[in-house]
């Protein structure tokens, strides 16, 4: 009888969490199934099929979820095999014979190029190699049908941040329930038609994901899809999004605080100190133009009195560093939270930064009772670009002190920008504030 056992490949650390790998040994032979699921190795418990994940573990119940549906696809087959036709198999036929059949067949590639990698079918039989993204060669001819669900997590797992990483594993979950609610083995590619996006569009209305969360998830969809013709997983001939397009977002006003409620922040005393790390982290993105925590999180010390980073969210774009002038009410704040090498302490007390993440989250909703208005890191970035609005700031201002994207060529790649100019208005900011009442 096969062996079935779940462990981790600490070689493929990435953002503090590894990848939990499903282990097939039979007749003196193994083979590893990559579950998709990454963990922090702390919260990882060795012996145990079912239970693996610790409760403190980030999405521990999805994650746990997911772990079993595999291993209970295994343990199935295993089963209801014939004995003496299983004697004949090796534990890389008893994977494929489990995974191959839907084109997810997970071929474990680590060893050879160090990264976490899996081998996929294409649609005309050939096999590609997916590290991290790349396509680093083919293999045999292998006639199968293309899962897209599976496709779709091993997409979604090669994305370059942790964040974008969790979002298409939760749209991933969310697939796989739609799968079931419809009763569905699996989704095919040749399944993602006109018919198919828009019965999943009505259904994650009327499960209650707002139009936010659906757009995101009909977005990944695509971009997933995308991918697959690049790779010529599937055709073009018949792509859906010839005729089918996402609905947009429906405009709405903007949820920001006022310059009162602002001001209010600012002068909340906090005897916690847990409410007053809160606090102080969302002033501290205020007085850096609305810094995400991303940036926060891996702050670099100041330089010259300036707070020197890239913004995360555009640096495979451009490398252009924002520069913020350390005013007085941020330099507080920078000494009541000094890290050891960086502006701050974040990454040193959280080894991770999801983790650092939920507890920035928790604490800002426990500002809610004692301010009587909701505080969030997105709020706080959004009232600084309303306030600067508001006060007639530049738009070529605000978008460079807030790390947008900046419209026209001649800004993004001529104009040599300034940077006293965003040390200006963000004072005339902050003095606004604190002129309120």
């Known amino acids: 009888m096969a062996k079935l056992s779940l462990d981790i490949d600490k070689r493929c650390e990435q953002n503090g969490m590894v990848p939990i790998r499903l282990r097939i040994n039979h007749k003196a032979t193994s083979a590893f ?31 746990r979820e997911q772990i079993t549906r595999l291993v209970k696809r295994f343990e199935d087959y295993l089963l209801d095999m014939d004995r003496a036709e299983l004697a004949l198999l090796t534990a890389s036929d008893i994977r494929e014979r489990v995974c191959g059949a839907n084109f997810g067949a997970h071929r474990s ?44 997590a091993e997409y979604g797992g090669s994305r370059r941040t942790a964040k974008t990483q969790e979002s298409y594993a939760y749209c991933a979950k969310t697939l796989r329930d739609y799968c079931k ?174 983790g650092f993440r939920h507890k920035i989250a928790h604490r800002l909703r426990a500002l809610k009772e004692p301010l009587g208005f909701a505080v969030s890191m997105p709020i706080i970035r959004r009232t600084w670009a309303t306030i600067a609005g508001e006060l007639e700031c530049p738009e070529n201002v605000i978008n460079h002190s807030m790390g947008h994207v900046v419209g026209t060529v001649n800004a993004r790649f001529y104009e040599r920008y300034d940077w006293g100019l965003t040390a200006k208005w963000n004072r005339r900011i902050i003095d606004y504030i604190l002129s309120q009442k």
Not at 113 to 138: C, K, L, N, P, Y
Not at 245 to 259: F, M
């Open 181 to 354: 609610a419809r009763g569905l083995l699996t989704l095919t590619f040749w399944d993602v038609n006109y018919g198919r996006l828009t019965d999943f569009a009505r259904w994650l209305a009327a499960n209650g994901k707002g139009d936010a969360t659906r757009h995101m998830m009909e977005s990944y969809v695509r971009a997933a899809y995308k991918d697959a013709q690049k790779r010529h997983i599937i055709s073009r001939d018949n792509d859906p999004y010839f005729d089918y397009s996402i609905a947009p977002v429906p405009q709405k006003d903007i949820d920001c605080l006022t310059a009162a409620q602002m001001a209010a922040l600012m002068r909340l005393e906090l005897p916690q100190p847990s409410m007053q790390m809160g606090r102080d982290i969302a002033l501290a993105s205020f007085y850096l133009c609305g810094a995400n925590p991303m940036d926060l999180y891996d702050m670099v010390e100041p330089k010259d009195g300036e707070a020197l980073f890239v913004r995360h969210k555009i640096e495979r774009h451009l490398k252009r560093e924002i520069h913020i002038r350390i005013e007085p009410e941020l330099a507080a704040l920078i000494e009541r939270w000094r890290g050891n090498g960086r502006m701050f302490l974040f990454r040193q007390t959280y080894p991770n930064f999801d």
């Open 109 to 152: 590639v680590s060893q050879r190029i160090g990264v976490q990698s899996s081998e996929w079918i294409h649609a005309d039989g050939t096999s590609f190699m997916h590290a991290g993204g790349q396509s680093v060669g083919r293999g045999v001819r292998i006639a199968q049908s293309g899962d897209f669900v599976a496709f779709f």
């Open 33 to 63: 199934v990559q579950t998709g699921v990454r963990v922090e190795p702390q919260y990882f418990i060795s012996g145990s099929l079912y239970d693996p994940i610790h409760r403190k573990a980030f999405m521990a119940s999805e994650k």
